[in-house]
């Protein structure tokens, strides 16, 4: 491992944060020069001397090994993690350092949970730097540090493996250059779309900037204590849906859709399933809600159903009502929603819909074997015969993501919370979802929760965003040589 | 190489000057914030202690006045009232926390009025409004010592002092010490900030340093795998050379000084063979 090669990209990835915190100057130098200037400007100088110092040393030499593209990425996400603390640190307020980290990595795996009280007593420039964190780990640290480094050809593809899901790569059959190039339009261009969306919907400028990077990461992230339920704006709610919910699809499908490729999301089978998981969901919802008088009319029902069950499955996190109120039925719709999550190759985190589709599709090929046990049965998923490597890694990663979410509400428990908070709080977490239930409710925050539990959900969300595997490699000293 | 450790130190050396810079800047709002309070503190101590002497000596002329029948003590007494109001003027002024105030305006508000009735004799007149000047409306609402009905000593001035000043002078006392009290514990509070206002000035220096922990510790390993690593293969090399005579070859990656002196060194061995042959 040429751990010199490594730390020059993650420094790479350092500078990208760095230009990042100083537009957030820009924006509090714009608001009158507001009590985050001086936090995000220190910070940025920070950050910057420490991207840029490998920079000085390391030559460009090679490609990059699929062992160091992998400690490129998580390398990445961990610094960017902790140097993403150093404006809240410095800013103080609520922010010790446990609440520091753990709004840090909410925001760079797009989780969108958060330890504040009063959001709206954050200053404009933190906000933005709030917003500009998730936006960027909605893409992908180093999505970002390959756009900026056409010179590392070949190896490009090396580290996209690591970032998206393995079953998100299948469907792309186009060159990685061009993959990088499809991820920032379609990035890029959805987040422009629900700027001017939300901008003509009623949201000031500032706002609709902010949550349209929070909806096209999917991290729920918003200016208002109430979040978008503050708004109670039935235009800006459908804006944030569809954009939700189109951040949720692959988007080399999008993509595709757009430039009129055959291969698009109207012919895919996981887009498919996907949008009638959404539909059932919703209308399950819808009806169980009007049906406890809920709400007077089945239409708000439906619109505060559809909403929510977009925001959780996509792992988003915005609310428009207190789902700790409704009813137990939706509740259990909505967790398993939020375990279930979007499709693979897009922003969303959790365990993705392929991997539940290909699950289903194992089971019903067991059961077949098992009355023909002559026969060759393959499981096909998109009209393309996946392997046994991959059906066999799809069934460890779910065992892997069940454990660590028992994991996660074991511990919660041992530190005294109540098990819908504790299971719903490692489930939040682990699928980048950001709000549960119970304690952790839509409409409440992870500020009262124990700096033990803190600690974990922080890892749950590292381990969700670098699909379990990534991380976990890290700690074997093994690996490093 | 060379330029690359010269950058590197003049990082670390930036890094130091930033945290510094930084450490002082913050100290100094630190210690100007506690400055302020400590100085708030302290002159309201004095003026507590300056509205007490003002109001002692207002005491000991009128008990002259009064009850010895001192009338030439009434200047002292006029003195006195004009130093407590003044003193009680500059209090609202300077005070940190006026909300404290309330209750020593009402008992400064209420001896004045007593204090001038009493001076006016002896042509005893009613007392006139235009003595409330400090006195808010819902203050001299409340006064006990109604401004039209305080005429003074009507028979016997002793009678005055006891039946009347005694309780109005143990009331303003009172209310100073209340004050006194009341901004020493409003202290609290902030003294509580200033805790996090520590905490919040160091943060900053630690980060910096967090920072150039990181950088030295990369400036070790790059110094290491560049420079010591290569000169170690090169003494290796050399020494195997000059014993067993196995080929020098040592792999640099950078163009730097170490190569240059890698291939100065070939050079050197290729001479010597030529001369041999």
Redesign the interface.
């Known amino acids: 491992m040429r751990?010199?090669l490594v730390?020059r990209y993650v420094g790479m990835v350092m500078l990208f944060i760095a230009a990042f915190m100083l537009v957030s100057v820009g924006i509090s130098y714009a608001s009158g020069v507001d009590s985050a200037f001086y936090?995000l400007l220190?910070?940025a100088?920070?950050t910057a001397?420490?991207g840029?110092?490998?920079q000085?040393?390391?030559?460009k030499?090679g490609h990059l090994s699929t062992k160091e593209g992998f400690a490129v990425v998580v390398g990445s996400w961990l610094v960017a993690c902790i140097v993403g603390m150093?404006p809240y640190?410095?800013w103080?307020g609520e922010f010790n350092l446990i609440n520091a980290w753990f709004e840090s990595v909410s925001g760079f795996t797009t989780t969108g949970a958060t330890i504040l009280n009063d959001i709206e007593a954050l200053p404009r420039g933190l906000l933005f730097w709030r917003m500009s964190s998730t936006w960027i780990g909605g893409m992908g640290v180093v999505m970002f540090a390959l756009v900026i480094l056409p010179s590392m050809g070949r190896s490009k593809m090396t580290l996209s493996n690591v970032e998206l899901s393995t079953l998100a790569k299948e469907n792309f059959n186009y060159r990685t250059q061009v993959i990088v190039r499809i991820l920032l339009v379609v990035y890029l261009g959805l987040t422009l779309l629900s700027l001017v969306s939300l901008k003509m919907a009623g949201m000031n400028w500032f706002d609709s900037l902010c949550h349209a990077m929070s909806a096209v990461s999917t991290s729920g992230f918003s200016t208002k204590n109430l979040s978008i339920a503050f708004y109670n704006s039935p235009a800006i709610e459908t804006i944030l849906i569809l954009t939700m919910a189109i951040s949720g699809i692959h988007f080399g499908l999008i993509y595709a859709t757009v430039t009129g490729k055959r291969n698009n999301v109207f012919r895919s089978e996981v887009t498919r399933y996907y949008v009638g998981m959404l539909l059932v969901m919703s209308l399950l919802i819808a009806i169980s809600l009007y049906g406890a008088d809920l709400y007077s009319t089945f239409s708000t029902s439906f619109r505060h159903a559809v909403f929510q069950v977009v925001s959780v499955t996509t792992t988003s996190g915005f609310a428009t009502a207190d789902t700790n109120l409704w009813t137990p039925f939706a509740v259990v719709i909505l967790i398993v929603g939020s375990m279930v999550c979007a499709s693979a190759g897009s922003t969303t985190g959790g365990l993705k819909i392929n991997r539940l589709i290909l699950a289903v599709k194992m089971m019903k090929a067991r059961l077949l074997q098992q009355r023909h046990p002559n026969a060759v049965i393959r499981v096909r998923l998109d009209g393309m015969i996946q392997e046994h490597d991959m059906l066999h890694s799809v069934m460890v990663f779910i065992v892997a993501y069940v454990v660590l979410i028992l994991i996660g509400a074991l511990i919660g428990t041992m530190w005294g919370l109540d098990l819908t908070t504790a299971f719903t709080g490692s489930v939040a977490c682990m699928g980048n979802i950001g709000p549960g239930f119970g304690e952790v409710g839509s409409m409440d925050n992870f500020a009262s929760m124990p700096t033990v539990i803190k600690g974990v959900d922080s890892l749950l969300m590292l381990f969700g965003r670098l699909e379990i595997f990534g991380l976990i490699q890290l700690f074997f000293m093994k690996w490093w040589k | 190489m060379q330029k690359r450790v010269t950058v590197g130190f003049l990082s670390i050396v930036c890094l130091l000057f930033i945290s510094g810079m930084l450490s002082f800047v913050e100290l100094s709002r630190l210690s100007r914030d506690t400055g302020d309070i400590l100085k708030a503190s302290r002159r309201n101590i004095e003026l507590a202690k300056e509205i007490l002497d003002a109001a002692h000596e207002l005491n000991v002329s009128l008990i002259h006045s009064s009850v010895f029948g001192d009338r030439a003590q009434d200047s002292v007494a006029r003195r006195s009232m004009v130093r407590l109001e003044t003193v009680w003027l500059t209090a609202q002024e300077e005070a940190l926390d006026k909300s404290f105030l309330d209750s020593l305006a009402f008992a400064a508000t209420e001896m004045k009025i007593l204090v001038d009735g009493y001076l006016a004799t002896p042509l005893p007149q009613p007392a006139t409004v235009d003595t409330l000047v400090v006195v808010e409306p819902v203050v001299a609402d409340q006064l006990t010592v109604d401004p039209m009905q305080a005429v003074v000593v009507e028979e016997k001035p002793e009678n005055w002092y006891t039946d009347q000043f005694e309780s109005v002078y143990s009331r303003l006392t009172t209310a100073v010490k209340a004050y006194m009290t009341s901004t020493q514990s409003s202290l609290a509070p902030r003294t509580e900030q200033l805790k996090k206002n520590a905490y919040r000035a160091v943060t900053p220096v630690l980060i910096s340093l967090v920072v150039m922990i990181a950088i030295v510790l990369m400036l070790y390993y790059f110094m290491m795998i560049y420079c010591v690593k290569p000169m170690l293969r090169m003494n290796k090399s050399l020494g195997d050379y000059l014993t067993f005579k196995i080929p020098f070859s040592v792999k640099s990656e950078l163009k730097d000084e170490v190569l240059e002196l890698k291939e100065k060194i070939d050079t050197l061995i290729g001479q010597v063979r030529k001369s041999k042959l």
């Open positions: 751990i010199d730390l936090p220190l910070s100088l920070l001397l420490l840029a110092f490998p000085i040393f390391v030559e030499k150093f640190l410095i103080g």
